[in-house]
């Protein structure tokens, strides 16, 4: 079955750096587009980047531009978050998510797969 596992978040100070990593498993890595989520104590999942599979090109929640570089490794199936300059309200469980098709999607419901999550929490 299709497995995604994310890895790397923890607790931070502001200004510091994570890399967030999500390992799949059980599906082929290049024909789905994937994404990463967050979601915040009390808040509703939100998109925070996206890779497509037909350009490579990326899409980013506005308030990480600048700040968060998703990226893929193919031959390892891993997709990668790479948040630098991290403030309090980057604290939430980071999801990794999987869609079928090569087009971004930045909608909870266009996503078929999700991981477990990883806490990363940015103290002041």
């Known amino acids: 079955q299709v497995q995604l596992v994310e890895s790397g978040g923890r607790l931070v100070q502001a200004g510091g750096s994570l890399r967030l990593s999500c390992a799949a498993s059980?599906?082929?890595?290049?024909?789905?587009?994937m994404g990463w989520f967050r979601q915040a104590p009390g808040k509703e999942r939100e998109f925070v980047a996206g890779i497509s599979r037909r350009s490579g090109s990326t899409y980013y929640l506005d308030s990480v531009k600048g700040r968060f570089t998703i990226s893929e490794d193919n031959s390892k199936n891993t997709l990668y978050l790479q948040m630098n300059s991290l403030k309090p309200e980057d604290t939430a469980v980071y999801y990794c998510?999987?869609?079928?098709?090569?087009?971004?999607?930045?909608?909870?419901?266009?996503?078929?797969?999700w991981g477990q999550g990883t806490q990363v929490t940015v103290s002041s």
């Open positions: 059980g599906l082929t890595f290049s024909s789905y587009t």
């Open positions: 998510a999987a869609r079928f098709g090569d087009m971004i999607a930045t909608t909870r419901a266009d996503y078929v797969h």
